[in-house]
């Protein structure tokens, strides 16, 4: 894990995302990714504002949009993507249980053809890309759109990005995000 000088600040373009105190001031503990982003702030807001506005915003919806991230993060072996999870979609059915039996086996977990699909094509992207090949995209044309195809692979390509990331800064620990997702702490 990549460490920083003690007393590393975080950066006040990406204060909305630290990790805070009754007071609203960012703890000690919890905000290391942020100080670790503050060294190149501008680009860091940038990126995490593009991440999360289609993170909670895709036309894919919330449901297929947190399946997809959850393979990618399976993958990925972040902690933070792991743990985190978006209420939104747990209203539309993502729960425990079904992120349990989706991460077990995608083809027995009940799931839709279309969400079948988009999680073995987000884990497929994440861990072994070079399975993708035609047959994958016309499986992924006869439940999507081409727009939607699209959506998926850079969606996932985000989550897997963001993933690498985070995992490689937080390995060995579980490292708490502030909740921009309107539910609990991680």
């Given amino acids: 894990m990549m460490t920083l000088p003690p007393g590393s600040a975080i950066a006040p373009e ?62 990925t072996g972040c902690p933070v993507c792991q743990s985190v999870r978006r209420p939104a979609a747990h209203r539309e059915g993502v729960d425990e249980d079904l992120i349990y039996a989706v991460l077990r086996d995608p083809t027995s977990a009940g799931l839709t053809d279309r969400e079948t699909l988009a999680v073995t094509y987000a884990g497929a992207l994440a861990g072994d890309h070079s399975q993708i090949d035609d047959q994958t995209y016309e499986a992924l044309r006869d439940h999507f759109t081409d727009t939607e195809i699209v959506e998926l692979a850079l969606i996932a390509a985000s989550f897997l990005a963001q993933g690498r ?8 620990q579980v490292c708490p995000v502030q909740d921009v997702t309107g539910g609990s702490h991680v």
């Fill in 165 to 172: 990331i985070l995992e490689t800064l937080t390995r060995g």
């Fill in 14 to 75: 990406l204060r909305q995302w630290a990790v805070t105190d009754v007071a609203g001031e960012p703890l000690d503990e919890g905000n290391e990714i942020l100080r670790f982003l503050s060294a190149s702030p501008d680009h860091a807001a940038d990126v995490l504002q593009v991440h999360f506005e289609r993170w909670l915003r895709s036309p894919l919806g919330p449901r297929l949009t947190e399946l997809v991230r959850l393979a990618v993060a399976q993958q």
